[in-house]
């Protein structure tokens, strides 16, 4: 079965630009959630979406948002780009609600200039 | 909120000794306590779990000791070898909420 899939890989944008990453999660799950990690903050809870129902959401700004398709698949966007906004975003899915065993992606590797 | 605390932050060992991370959470009703190995490039791994109802797992050189009165849990990992190298997190999770962290080990296995 294959894992967790994250597109695009590494994206370069510039302070004040938007973005979208796109999540896939494993087939026959249903939970995504999102992650921010940096070296200083480590591994932060973005939000979790479920049934494209935003379940949970972590402690972040506005700019920040995200959306859960019919077929699992999940976006995040993040409007009006921070340098402090660079990171790793990781998406894990899990089977159902209230399962708890989660399983990451890759990530996708953003820089903002 | 939950808050994790891991130690230690790095740490270093010869090629077939022992490796033991621990960490304590704060919130008794966590249930879940997951550990995730990540290699560089990578994303986390779920290496191995446990739940609030079981005291131990093992599997194979891995194993996860879990106290609930003391409101810890520590991966042990025995004989290690080079590509056990990478950074380890721990994470505990209530249902209804969301997994919370520890800030990660690094850990290097010397040959």
Redesign the interface.
């Known amino acids: 079965k294959a894992g ?1 899939t994250q597109t695009p890989r590494y994206l370069i944008k510039t302070r004040g630009q938007q973005v979208t990453l796109s999540c896939s999660p494993i087939s026959g799950h249903r939970s995504v ?1 999102w992650y921010q990690q940096t070296p200083g903050q ?2 932060q ?1 973005l939000f ?1 979406y479920f049934s494209e129902t935003q379940r ?1 959401k ?1 402690n972040f700004p506005g700019r920040f948002s995200g959306r859960q398709f019919s077929n699992s698949r999940s976006e995040m966007n993040v409007s009006t780009l921070e340098l402090g906004d660079s990171a790793l975003y ?1 998406c894990a899915s899990s089977p159902g609600l ?1 399962t ?8 996708t590797r953003l820089t903002v200039l | 909120g939950e808050n994790v605390e891991q130690h230690p932050s790095t740490l270093s060992v010869q090629e077939g000794d022992s490796a033991v991370i621990k960490c304590t959470y704060s919130d008794s009703a966590s249930n879940y306590f997951p550990w995730y190995k990540q290699e560089l490039g990578k994303g986390p791994q779920l290496i191995i779990d446990i739940r609030s109802n079981v005291g131990e797992k093992k599997d194979q050189r891995i194993a996860v000791t879990l106290n609930k009165t003391a409101k810890h849990f520590s991966l042990h990992i025995t004989e290690t070898q080079p590509e056990d190298s990478a950074v380890y997190f721990c994470a505990s999770f209530n249902y209804g909420q969301n997994f919370v962290f520890g800030p990660g080990t690094r850990l290097s296995v010397l040959p």
């Open positions: 967790v959630s480590g591994l809870f979790e949970n972590g990781l209230d708890d065993t989660q399983y990451f992606g890759p990530g």
